[in-house]
C-alpha cells in the first residue's frame, strides 16, 4: 500500500467524521425536530447522546491517523517545523523560535548513501497506512453503529490501540528524521574528505616506519 491508498483512506475517515457530524446538526435543527411525532421526539435525546458520542470517538481516532498524516508529509511534502520538528502550524513553529519550513522534499534517490533513509521511510510509510486502514475502518464502523453498545465496542478497541500507534508513529518518524541525507555533490564531498583523511593517515604511518627505521 503507498501514498495513495494512505491518501484515500485519510479522506474517508475525514468525510465520515463530517457525516457524523452532519446527523447530529440535523438531529438538533429545528427542520429535524418540529415534524417529529411525539413517540419519536422522546427518543431524540437518547438518538443525540449516541451522535455525540460517535463523534467524540471518532475524533479521537482520527487524532491518531492526524499524528501520523502530518509527520509522513513532513517528510516529503511540508510543512515542516526545523529545530521543533513535533510541531505542524506555523503560528507554533514561530512560537518556538524554529525555522517554518513550508515545502519539502524527498532526498534524491539515485545517490546510493540515501538508501537507508527510504528503507526507514518505506517501513514508516507501510506502518502508518496499515494502521490508517484499520482506524478509517473504525471510523467507518461507527457511522453506521445504531446503538450504544456496539459504539463503545469500537471506542474500547481504538483505545487499547491509539497509543501504541502514536509511540511506533513517533518513533519511526524520529528514525527517518534524523537519518542523514546527501545531494550527489555532497556525497562526493564527503568521499574525497574520507579519501583526503585516508592519505593522511597512510603518510602519517610510512612516516612513524621511517622514522623508526632511521634510528636503528
Avoid at 163 to 183: C, E, G, K, S, W
Amino acid at each position: 500500500m503507498g501514498a495513495s491508498s494512505s491518501t484515500v483512506y485519510y479522506k474517508n475517515a475525514r468525510d465520515d467524521i463530517d457525516t457524523i457530524r452532519e446527523q447530529l446538526r440535523l438531529y438538533k435543527s429545528d427542520d429535524f425536530v418540529l415534524p417529529l411525532k411525539p413517540e419519536l421526539k422522546l427518543k431524540l435525546p437518547g438518538m443525540i447522546e449516541l451522535s455525540e458520542y460517535k463523534l467524540q470517538t471518532a475524533f479521537r481516532i482520527y487524532q491518531a491517523i492526524k499524528y501520523g498524516h502530518d509527520r509522513l508529509l513532513a517528510l516529503t511534502k511540508g510543512p515542516r517545523c526545523d529545530g521543533s520538528p513535533e510541531y505542524f502550524t506555523r503560528e507554533e513553529c514561530d512560537r518556538e523560535g524554529a525555522r517554518w519550513v513550508p515545502f519539502t522534499t524527498t532526498p534524491d534517490k539515485h545517490v546510493r548513501e540515501n538508501a537507508g533513509w527510504f528503507r526507514l521511510f518505506n517501513m514508516f510509510q507501510h506502518y502508518y497506512t496499515k494502521e490508517l486502514k484499520g482506524s478509517s475502518l473504525m471510523i467507518r464502523q461507527l457511522t453506521r453503529a445504531n446503538n450504544m453498545k456496539l459504539v463503545k465496542q469500537i471506542e474500547t478497541r481504538s483505545l487499547s490501540k491509539i497509543p501504541m500507534i502514536i509511540q511506533r508513529t513517533n518513533q519511526l518518524y524520529q528514525m527517518v528524521l534524523f537519518t542523514p541525507t546527501h545531494t550527489k555533490a555532497s556525497a562526493e564531498a564527503m568521499y574525497e574528505k574520507y579519501s583526503q583523511e585516508a592519505s593522511a593517515q597512510e603518510a602519517m604511518k610510512a612516516a612513524i616506519i621511517a622514522s623508526r627505521t632511521d634510528h636503528r
